[in-house]
């Protein structure tokens, strides 16, 4: 058997390199095209993510044990719904990682020279992530036995069946890819240096010599252990993660579409009336490489602040009025210019002359005040209006500009005010105190900090819906379509099951062509 299972390793790796090499001819460090450019800084981000997910687990015994348990033990709620957000987190970039190596394998097959040489090496760095993070992440989740049933489980919001879990063991501890890998490193031998990027260079090495040391320690045991079930179920399909139309998806993330947004001007021009100050806005930006590894298909959370005549319209509420004066100021512009200087200046001096600054929002530049005509700039919208008092609204407000000119979270921790992330800006203008009664909103727990997702206001307000717990409202919902290059005004009904779309939901409308 040792024979046979070596003879096909060895023959695999022959055609594979005979292929490449037959296909391929030697050139130095060529100029990168914008394409080529943005799938390199795609895979350095996406390994990092699932760099990041590893080194979560080291810190989580109690999830991921070094030892394996003897029995399986029984997880708690909290566990469970922890494991599986770092589950489909992972998935998440293996989704993005598959999608950017497929096409570029598809290059291989079909471009010559150059274009096909660097193809071949960005196709290898995805494979090298892919099956380095792989090994690691199922040496440590098979350790507690508890976790191959729930990873198993089907996962909607990736668009995602049962089952999963054993797929991605069969991929990544079959002795094919093996040979595979073995392959491509022949031939990145042969070629020698092609991309100049340090750090991708780096990556690519770190994660090839942490592979050849799976070979030497736990790695063949964990192929072997698997192997058994592939040679018995030879007819069984790798479902994980490659579908229909999710390569194009990403393959064309920040190229496609560029600049483009379904939801035109001329549409928010039209819907910018029904904003009051205090709505939250619920953003979706497709081709985004953001979108990864943020739960859910709700992406990104804005507060709508209003314009100075807005708000000094609201100010003349009496509740309102009151709040404002047992401040020490006479109209809700004096209150905050008074309590945020700098931040106020920034709204005075905003550069955009056209339009005025009327969403507060945190972005990778930080906490900005933004126009809605650019925050609103997206491919799909809702706008949410909390069923609080005029007064609580406007306290949201105050609360927020406090962090105005803060960073952006990057560890998405809600703990630290230092810095925010999107949600986190909302939740935190949002939050009850001894004057005002806020929102209640949900915090989950992801890579160990506690979070409210965007994704997490829409599955609260489908939860609360028709309920006395009921805390929103929605105004508006304008949902995007690929298909037609377009966004329309949608329902409430539509609205709802938001939450629960997969990730690539835009591309199962454009194959299906359902509506």
């Not at 200087?341 to 955009?352: E, I, S, V």
């Not at 005509?373 to 609360?399: G, Q, T, Y």
């Not at 829409?458 to 717990?469: I, N, P, R, S, V």
């Not at 990730?503 to 409308?509: A, D, E, G, L, V």
Request: proline residues 4%; charged residues 25%.
């Amino acid at each position: 058997m040792k024979t046979i299972i070596l003879t096909a390793i060895i023959l695999l790796c022959v055609t594979l390199c005979c292929y490449y090499i037959f296909f391929m001819k030697s050139c130095t460090l060529p100029e990168l095209s914008e394409k080529q450019t943005n799938d390199i800084h795609s895979i350095k981000l996406y390994r990092n993510g699932l760099a990041s997910i590893i080194e979560f687990t080291k810190t989580r015994p109690d999830l991921f044990p070094k030892k394996q348990y003897k029995k399986p033990e029984m997880l708690t709620k909290d566990a469970r719904s922890e494991a599986l957000m770092v589950w489909k987190s992972l998935l998440d970039y293996y989704m993005a990682l598959d999608s950017i190596a497929e096409l570029h394998r598809d290059i291989v097959k079909t471009k010559k020279g150059t274009e096909r040489k660097i193809s071949f090496f960005i196709s290898r760095a995805a494979l090298l992530a892919e099956y380095r993070f792989a090994l690691d992440f199922i040496h440590m989740a098979e350790n507690n036995p508890a976790l191959d049933t729930l990873f198993n489980e089907p996962a909607p919001d990736l668009g995602l069946p049962g089952g999963i879990y054993a797929d991605f063991k069969y991929r990544f501890l079959n002795i094919m890819l093996a040979g595979e890998f073995t392959a491509f490193e022949t031939i990145a031998k042969y070629y020698g240096p092609v991309i100049d990027d340090d750090e991708f260079n780096a990556f690519m090495e770190e994660d090839k010599k942490r592979i050849f040391a799976a070979g030497k320690g736990e790695g063949p045991e964990l192929t072997l252990k698997n192997g058994f079930k592939i040679i018995t179920d030879t007819s069984k399909k790798v479902l994980f993660p490659v579908q229909k139309g999710i390569s194009s998806w990403m393959g064309n993330t920040k190229v496609y579409r560029k600049d483009r947004y379904l939801i035109k001007e001329s549409q928010i021009k039209e819907f910018e009336r029904l904003l009051e100050p205090g709505d939250i806005l619920l953003e979706r930006r497709e081709w985004y490489l953001t979108n990864v590894g943020i739960p859910g298909f709700w992406s990104h959370a804005a507060l709508f602040i209003g314009s100075a005549s807005q708000r000094n319209a609201c100010s003349k509420d009496p509740d309102t009025l009151a709040w404002i004066k047992k401040q020490g100021a006479d109209n809700f512009e004096t209150l905050l210019s008074k309590n945020y200087p700098d931040a106020y200046k920034r709204l005075l001096n905003f550069p955009d002359k056209k339009h005025s600054p009327r969403v507060i929002e945190a972005v990778a530049a930080g906490v900005i005040f933004s126009t809605l005509e650019h925050s609103a700039l997206c491919d799909s919208l809702v706008v949410l209006r909390p069923r609080l008092s005029i007064k609580e609204k406007m306290a949201a407000i105050f609360n927020a500009f406090k962090y105005s000119g803060r960073p952006y979270d990057y560890n998405f921790d809600f703990l630290t005010d230092s810095s925010l992330v999107c949600s986190e800006l909302v939740y935190k203008a949002y939050e009850f105190s001894k004057d005002t009664r806020g929102l209640k909103l949900p915090l989950e727990k992801l890579m160990g900090h506690m979070v409210t997702p965007a994704n997490a206001f829409a599955k609260l307000y489908a939860d609360e819906y028709g309920t006395d717990k009921q805390q929103m409202d929605m105004v508006l919902f304008m949902d995007g379509y690929e298909r037609d290059q377009k966004a329309i005004k949608s329902d409430l009904k539509a609205f709802l099951k938001t939450w629960k779309r997969p990730k690539w939901h835009i591309i199962t409308q454009t194959i299906t062509g359902k509506l």
